[in-house]
């Protein structure tokens, strides 16, 4: 059974700083591209920061420079490193995996409430 777990969400202030972390199970970490990705209430869910299974990153133009994302192999955990946050940042979080070969599979974490306060 294939899990994603995030944690590390909740209520900041304006300027201040969280990391995010996704623990997984079930899956073979180091073969997966991991993903960070958030929605907004009333928008569509778009793509953060992605790291690949061979440490290639990218992130959202929004957020470039203030987040940092990634991945310790050996505990199968991604993180992700915001800072400078801002009131636009809120949103639910989600955690997502996709295997870097075939047959493609992808799957998502439950998600955790980013809150950013002016």
């Known amino acids: 059974q294939v899990q994603l777990v995030e944690s590390g969400g909740g209520l900041v202030q304006a300027g201040g700083s969280l990391r995010l972390s996704c623990a997984a199970s079930?899956?073979?970490?180091?073969?997966?591209?991991m993903g960070w990705y958030r929605q907004a209430p009333g928008k569509q869910r778009e793509l953060v920061a992605r790291?690949?299974?061979?440490?290639?990153?990218n992130y959202a133009d929004s957020v470039k420079g203030r987040f940092t994302i990634s991945r310790d192999n050996a505990k199968n955990t991604v993180y992700l490193q915001m800072n400078s946050l801002k009131p636009e940042d809120t949103a639910v979080y989600y955690c997502?995996?996709?295997?870097?070969?075939?047959?493609?599979?992808?799957?998502w974490g439950q998600g955790t409430q980013v809150t950013v306060s002016s």
């Open positions: 997502n995996a996709v295997r870097a070969y075939t047959p493609r599979t992808e799957y």
């Open positions: 079930g899956i073979i970490f180091g073969s997966n591209h």
């Open positions: 790291i690949t299974s061979g440490d290639a990153r």
